[in-house]
Every structure is written in C-alpha cells, then in structure tokens.
C-alpha cells in the first residue's frame, strides 16, 4: 500500500456499492484523518453506470471495465459487491493475484468457496475481509474470531436474515400477509436479488457456515445441513403462538457443540417471549453467542440496507489500511468434515398444527401415534370453525426430530386430516 494516499475501487455499483459511495461523499474527511493519509474512492466499476443510484457521484470515476480496477496499481484495496459466484469470483482471485486487499459482503460465494479464497489470499499475503457478508452493519466476525477466541463455544444462535426477520415482525405485530410484507423489504432493498434466498433459509445457512468455521473450526457446506425457510408459517400459527403460548416466530441459524457432533440447523424456530433473541424485530439481526469463560454475548444491529452494511464494508477497508500487515487465522481449512450430528438424531421441543375434521376419536388417534413414537404432550389446544373442521395445536415436550417427522407422516396419512400438518421447532 501506498505510504502517502490509500485508493479503494469498488466492484459493482447497485445498492450497497451506492452506499459506500454515499460514505465516502459524507465522511472522506474523517476517514482520512483516522487513517492519516487521504482514503480515496478511486474507481467504481459496474456494466451499467448510467442508472441513477440516488448519490452523487464524480463521472470521471465511473468505468464499465473491471479492469480499470483489477489491473489499476494505483489502486490498494478492491470492494467486490457484485455478489453471487461468477464472475464475482474470478474478480476477487484476480484482484488478490494481482497484490491488492480485497472487500466482500458476499456470503454466498464465500461460503461456497472458503477453501480456495482463504487460500489465494494466504499465497498472495494479502488480506481478505468480509465482516459484511454476516449481520449486514453488526460487528460479528471479527469479534467472534479475535475478542473472543479465548473461548470454546457451546452455541451460536442468529437471527441472521433482515427480510425474513421484517416479513415474520409484520406478520406478528399487523397480522400482515407475507407476500404484502416480502415486495416492502424487496422495497427497502434489504431482499436479496431472487428473495427465495431470504424466504427459504438459504442466506441464513451462507452466513451460519462462516459463523461455524469461526466458532467452531469446522467448514460445513450447506448439503449437509437442514435448512428450512419460513414460507410454511401461516399468520394464524403466529398469532396462536404469540397470545396462547407467549412466543415469538423467528427464523433461527442454530450452531452448537453436543456429544454426538455438531449440531447445526436452520429453520424458524419459536422462542419464548422473554429470550433475548424474541426482541430483536424488523430487519434488525442479533447473533447470541454462548462462550464457555465469557458466557452469553449479544451482537445486535441493522442485519441488511444500503447504508448499514456498507458501514461495514468501509469498516473493514479501514481495519486493512491501520493493519495491513496483521496475520488473521481462520483457523485450518479442512476439506474433511467431521461430526456432524444427523438432523433426525436432534432434540427439540415442537409446535404442531393439524387441521382435522372435527369428529369423535380423532384427538385420541392423533395423541396415540404421538404417543407410539415416544413423544410427550405438554399442551393441548383445540379451535373449531363453523365447519366440520378443527385446528389441533399441540406443543410437545422434548422429544427426537425422527419421531416427530415419523409420527407426522402417520398423521398426515390420517383420512380425517385433510392438509398437511405444520411443525415448528421451539428453543427453549
Ligand atoms: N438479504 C439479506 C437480508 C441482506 O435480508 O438480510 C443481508 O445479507
């Protein structure tokens, strides 16, 4: 890096790329001075730069070639906010082949490619930062693996995606339908470009793997893990869930340490009111992490939107300019994945929700096959309708995912149930 000047370019210029131009507009001078030597945004590289992004920017910084940037050795440090994996990824090991520090927010490409992105910037010595790519602006990554590595972690638990936490929040405080909230967050820019990502639990298991190679050592690609989004969850299961049994619907990336392996898991989970994790509402993220000499930590912050997460993206082109020659383990890339607990071998306590026709035996029949498949009932609750039909809602004690799944499928096949039943796992 240049002893005198500090020059960034920028790789894609959509919402959050106009975000960190939007800093550099407000805040250049008090970058400068913390770095002691001006910080300039010297290129911005995008196929469309004719779009108006709602910020202002200078012209002559705008170029449609990536190489303006990649090849520029003026340039110190490369923001890659294309996002997804190609070509972003040529871009980010072109950029670190060619000597420069890169910035990314993009989780999917590095929880795909862990191995051989940690591996370029190694052989390159150069740094590679992406505290953006989890909780959008909160602080997570480099707590977790610098403050904190003192620790063995027994949990990581994280509400870790904005438009599902929004779309979950509305649905429970305005009795919102889903598909009214999704276009708002898709609005807000916070939804990912193709927002099954956010819905089906897929951006939350991309940020849960980083995490779990950072809390735990171990890199999990997300096929050998269940991941379960939140499209099941009716508006009618919220509100029971919320005035009958005082829980909150969030969508949950669990990591934890057990004797049979690691657990690691994403799906919406219920969680008592008075958890930590049931306030953190709208697009806001929190990561709760349990460390076994620091005890329960709560990151919490904006999780997605523009401003937030280029907060971070800046944030970490700061940390490389004060640091740029700090050695940052993440610990041994290993291919190999070792004990990872099956889903069905997991604990949990469960909510379940069966639409039944309402006639006699029925409750009965469906407590027997629960009870055949070792599963306690904790509560009952029936609500009849004008017709012949009933929701049962049943919350279970503690019991085993493959019983639960199995006495499910026994249910289902009941004539009297007409819809497949809804489960939902509850953290305790
Ligand atoms: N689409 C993501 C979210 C953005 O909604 O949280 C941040 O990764």
Same mark, same amino acid.
């Given at each position: 890096m240049s002893k005198n000047e500090v020059n960034i370019g920028l790789i894609g210029f959509g919402t959050i790329g106009a975000g960190v131009v939007e800093i550099f507009n407000k805040n250049q001078e008090i970058l400068s001075k913390k770095c002691g030597k001006p910080v300039n945004l010297k290129k911005v590289a995008d196929l469309d730069i004719e779009s108006d992004r709602g910020v202002k920017i200078d012209q002559s910084i705008l170029t449609t070639d990536v190489n303006d940037?990649?090849?520029?050795?003026?340039?110190?440090?490369?923001?890659?906010?294309?996002?997804?994996?190609?070509?972003?990824?040529?871009?980010?090991?072109?950029?670190?082949?060619?000597? *420069? &520090?890169?910035?990314?927010?993009?989780k999917a490409l590095i929880a795909k490619h862990w191995k051989e992105l940690i591996d370029v910037a190694d052989k390159n010595n150069v740094r590679f930062s992406f505290e953006a790519s989890v909780g959008g602006g909160i602080p997570v990554l480099q707590p977790l693996n610098e403050c904190l590595s003192a620790n063995r972690f027994e949990g990581i638990y994280g509400i870790m995606n904005g438009t599902a936490n929004y779309i979950l929040t509305k649905m429970s405080e305005e009795g919102s339908k889903f598909e009214d909230v999704l276009k708002e967050a898709q609005k807000m820019?916070?939804? /990912?470009?193709?927002?099954?990502?956010?819905?089906?639990? &897929?951006?939350?298991?991309?940020?849960?793997?980083?995490?779990? *190679?950072?809390g735990f050592g171990e890199y999990v690609p997300q096929e050998k893990f269940h991941v379960e989004g939140i499209t099941k969850i009716t508006p009618e299961d919220i509100e029971f869930a919320k005035n009958e049994l005082k829980y909150s619907a969030k969508l949950l990336g669990i990591a934890k340490q057990t004797e049979e392996g690691l657990e690691i898991r994403v799906h919406p989970t219920f969680i008592p009111e008075d958890h930590l994790l049931a306030s953190v509402?709208?697009? !806001?993220?929190?990561?709760?992490?349990?460390?076994? !000499?620091?005890?329960p930590v709560m990151l919490y912050g904006q999780g997605a939107g523009r401003m937030a997460t280029a907060s971070a993206v800046v944030g970490d082109c700061l940390d490389i300019v004060f640091n740029e020659n700090k050695r940052i383990s993440?610990?041994?890339?290993?291919?190999?994945?070792? %004990?990872?607990?099956?889903?069905?071998?997991?604990?949990?306590?469960?909510?379940? %929700?069966?639409?039944?026709?309402?006639?006699?035996?029925?409750?009965?029949?469906?407590?027997?096959?629960?009870?055949?498949?070792?599963?306690?009932?904790? %509560?009952?609750?029936?609500?009849?309708?004008? %017709?012949?039909?009933?929701?049962?809602?049943?919350?279970? &004690? /503690?019991?085993n995912e493959e019983n639960i799944q199995k006495a499910i499928e026994k249910i289902d096949e009941l004539q009297e149930v007409k819809e497949k039943s809804n489960l939902i796992r509850i953290l305790e």
């Amino acid at each position: 890096m240049s002893k005198n000047e500090v020059n960034i370019g920028l790789i894609g210029f959509g919402t959050i790329g106009a975000g960190v131009v939007e800093i550099f507009n407000k805040n250049q001078e008090i970058l400068s001075k913390k770095c002691g030597k001006p910080v300039n945004l010297k290129k911005v590289a995008d196929l469309d730069i004719e779009s108006d992004r709602g910020v202002k920017i200078d012209q002559s910084i705008l170029t449609t070639d990536v190489n303006d940037v990649l090849e520029n050795d003026d340039i110190d440090i490369v923001i890659e906010l294309v996002g997804g994996y190609e070509p972003a990824k040529t871009f980010v090991l072109k950029a670190m082949e060619n000597g *420069k &520090h890169v910035v990314s927010a993009n989780k999917a490409l590095i929880a795909k490619h862990w191995k051989e992105l940690i591996d370029v910037a190694d052989k390159n010595n150069v740094r590679f930062s992406f505290e953006a790519s989890v909780g959008g602006g909160i602080p997570v990554l480099q707590p977790l693996n610098e403050c904190l590595s003192a620790n063995r972690f027994e949990g990581i638990y994280g509400i870790m995606n904005g438009t599902a936490n929004y779309i979950l929040t509305k649905m429970s405080e305005e009795g919102s339908k889903f598909e009214d909230v999704l276009k708002e967050a898709q609005k807000m820019g916070y939804a /990912e470009a193709d927002p099954t990502f956010d819905i089906e639990g &897929h951006d939350t298991a991309q940020k849960l793997i980083v995490l779990t *190679k950072l809390g735990f050592g171990e890199y999990v690609p997300q096929e050998k893990f269940h991941v379960e989004g939140i499209t099941k969850i009716t508006p009618e299961d919220i509100e029971f869930a919320k005035n009958e049994l005082k829980y909150s619907a969030k969508l949950l990336g669990i990591a934890k340490q057990t004797e049979e392996g690691l657990e690691i898991r994403v799906h919406p989970t219920f969680i008592p009111e008075d958890h930590l994790l049931a306030s953190v509402n709208d697009v !806001f993220n929190a990561i709760y992490l349990i460390g076994d !000499f620091v005890g329960p930590v709560m990151l919490y912050g904006q999780g997605a939107g523009r401003m937030a997460t280029a907060s971070a993206v800046v944030g970490d082109c700061l940390d490389i300019v004060f640091n740029e020659n700090k050695r940052i383990s993440y610990g041994p890339v290993d291919s190999q994945v070792k %004990s990872i607990k099956r889903m069905g071998d997991v604990v949990s306590k469960y909510y379940l %929700s069966i639409n039944t026709l309402d006639e006699p035996g029925v409750l009965e029949t469906i407590t027997g096959i629960l009870n055949k498949n070792e599963i306690s009932v904790e %509560s009952i609750n029936q609500k009849t309708s004008e %017709s012949n039909e009933v929701k049962i809602i049943i919350v279970t &004690h /503690e019991a085993n995912e493959e019983n639960i799944q199995k006495a499910i499928e026994k249910i289902d096949e009941l004539q009297e149930v007409k819809e497949k039943s809804n489960l939902i796992r509850i953290l305790e």
